[in-house]
């Protein structure tokens, strides 16, 4: 058998890829431009990229824009540290117990039905429109999808593998660290990618309902002002956290995953 028809397709170069997204940003931002300039909205309803520009920079100078980006952030990361740790821990206790998750899956499954802005409000009212609250949506987005790969990633172990492990005499805990946790790790970080842009929707759904801080109070006060350009200063700077946290997810995925690029070659 060939092993080489099992190797994925040659990736596109990085130079390319980034000078495709160079390009279609181009593309969007000269789209934008022609449609403010030409279709005679007024700047309430859409304002020019270099209105845009000129509300950052002031923004920017004046300092408001570093503390509501600071505060979105704290609770954007500590929603998602907490929301990555119980996802975990529950994800696998439900992975090695049949009967475990037949008792919380229930539960787990209608939590989900029930949309976050629904039950923002009642979090906000019943924990206060302080740091907890938000950091509480935050971690409620988060979990269920890192909870799902969680399980997903421990039982794609083959039976083999833990056949083996127990024929060396390993202990629980070895099993853990030098099987399951490594296999499990390609499935785990997918599912934390995803959470990591949802957890900046959470983040900005918390404020939206209660908050004096934060990129999402500063989209209620734009559209409370009919300040459109910093209603879309607040959102780039959220399109820009949600990045961040993508790439740095991603860059920790290349780190972690080093072994399967050397498998590929």
């Not at 300092?63 to 540290?81: D, K, M, Q, Y």
Request: with cysteine; proline share 5%.
């Amino acid at each position: 058998m060939d092993w080489k028809l099992l190797r994925k397709p040659p990736r596109t170069s990085r130079r390319s890829l980034h000078w495709t997204a160079f390009a279609s940003l181009a593309a969007a931002l000269l789209g934008w431009w022609l449609v403010s300039r030409f279709a005679g909205l007024p700047a309430f309803i859409l304002p020019a990229p270099e209105q845009v520009a000129v509300r950052f920079w002031k923004a920017l100078t004046d300092g408001s824009l570093l503390v509501h980006t600071a505060a979105t952030l704290t609770e954007v990361l500590l929603g998602l540290l907490a929301g990555t740790i119980a996802a975990v821990t529950l994800g696998y206790a439900i992975a090695k117990s049949r009967l475990f998750e037949q008792l919380v899956s229930p539960y787990l499954v209608a939590t989900q039905a029930i949309p976050i802005v629904a039950i923002a409000p009642l979090l906000v009212i019943w924990f206060g429109p302080g740091i907890f609250s938000k950091v509480l949506i935050c971690a409620l987005i988060v979990f269920f999808p890192v909870l799902v790969n969680t399980v997903v990633g421990v039982r794609a172990v083959p039976r083999p593998f833990h056949d083996l492990m127990h024929s060396l005499r390993a202990t629980r805990g070895q099993i853990l660290r030098m099987l399951e946790v490594p296999a499990a790790l390609p499935v785990l970080l997918g599912g934390l990618r995803v959470g990591a842009t949802l957890s900046v929707i959470g983040a900005v759904v918390g404020e939206l309902v209660g908050s004096d801080h934060g990129l999402g109070f500063l989209v209620n006060v734009g559209r409370g002002q009919y300040d459109t350009a910093l209603v879309f200063v607040a959102v780039f700077t959220l399109i820009a956290l949600a990045l961040a946290l993508y790439g740095l997810v991603s860059f920790l995925e290349r780190k972690l995953l080093v072994w399967q690029e050397t498998f590929e070659r």
